[in-house]
């Protein structure tokens, strides 16, 4: 019997599950490199804690590992249901919470080690994480895409540390009971980018996408929907996501630094975000609450057919 010891938060709706012990020893000099050691030889491991029966399509995993610098808390590869994530703002901070509930770190500014950079976080002691999330930038303005069934959509492109298509010209309505219709024009959106080459720097594929519309709470700005790569929609206003806008809004000029951006969810979870400017690119600064859900052990018992469960 394998044990995996986890501890699950959500952060505004959405689930992390911080691996603690019983993962894989991952090789490398890099954070970058022992991501590639965990997607090569332990993929198994992770389809096993996201997955059904375990896990679901919505969960994400923070596998924790020493640090390569020292100065850092913790080092940190975030994972899902299909794959690997460059960054991830609403795990960032239910890693923190996380940590604060072990007693492993306390009140106050910490850095973890991810395979994308350094991630500065500042720690209430409660439920508040605020983190420095990677430079982020708007790589392309006002693109158009020709969508099956929809028409014309037209989006930016911008990178927060995961590749998004941010949209705003939609007839969709962002409420709960009409998921299965903006994860239908979500999808829809991205096999449009996908099929007329519309990529991030590089040829990275864009595996976010994001709506925005009207806020319902008076004191936010905006409202959005995040289609994540697994299919599933993000049940907060996703930290990765809210970087992305809010370097859309600075290329813009419709928000300066340090101004204050409202972001609310799907859920009506809110994260606060606000920015610097670094040369082309901005810092963004993405504070949100999280709540511990379970301490628990997961068995793996290698009689089961399941044993490392089911698709991803
Ligand atoms: O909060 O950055 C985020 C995120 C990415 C995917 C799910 N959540």
């Keep these: 019997m394998h044990r995996i010891t986890v501890i ?3 952060t505004g709706g959405e689930p992390t599950r911080v691996i603690l012990a019983g993962g894989p020893e991952l090789q490398g000099d890099t954070l970058a490199a022992r991501r590639e050691c965990f997607r090569s ?3 198994h491991f992770r389809r096993a804690v996201n997955c059904e029966p375990r896990g679901s399509d919505v969960m994400v995993s923070a596998l924790l590992c020493p640090p390569i610098d020292a100065s850092c808390v913790a080092g940190v ?3 899902n249901n299909v794959g690997y994530l460059g960054m991830c703002g609403h795990g960032t901070i239910g890693v923190g919470v996380t940590l604060g509930h072990l007693g492993r770190i306390a009140a106050g500014r910490h850095v973890l080690d991810t395979p ?8 209430d002691g409660r439920h508040t994480v605020a983190l420095e999330n990677v430079a982020s930038y708007r790589a392309a303005a006002n693109i158009t895409t020709q969508v099956a069934g929809l028409g014309k959509i037209t989006g930016d492109v911008a990178w927060g540390g995961n590749w998004f298509f941010l949209v705003r010209d939609h007839q969709e309505t962002l ?3 009409n998921v299965p219709r903006l994860t239908d024009v979500a999808l829809r959106i991205k096999a449009a980018l996908r099929q007329q080459g519309i990529t991030g720097d590089n040829g990275a594929e864009i595996d976010h996408v994001e709506l925005f519309g009207p806020p319902q709470h008076p004191g936010n700005h905006s409202r959005n929907f995040v289609l994540c790569p697994g299919g599933a929609y993000d049940r907060s206003p ?3 996501g809210t970087s ?3 370097a859309c809004l600075a290329a813009d000029g419709k928000l300066s630094p340090g101004e204050i951006w409202r972001q609310e969810s799907i859920l009506g979870s809110v994260f606060e975000a606000s920015f610097q400017q670094q040369g082309s690119a901005i810092l963004p600064r993405i504070a949100g609450q999280a709540h511990v859900t379970a301490e628990a052990t997961l068995l793996v018992d290698d009689q089961d057919p399941l044993a490392w469960g089911v698709g991803g």
């Design 238 to 240: 996703c930290g990765t």
């Design 175 to 177: 409420e709960l009971h």
């Design 8 to 10: 699950d938060t959500h």
């Design 77 to 79: 590869i975030f994972c």
């Design 116 to 123: 994308v950079g350094k991630v500065p976080f500042e720690y």
């Design 41 to 43: 030889q332990f993929d």
């Design 244 to 246: 992305a806008k809010v």
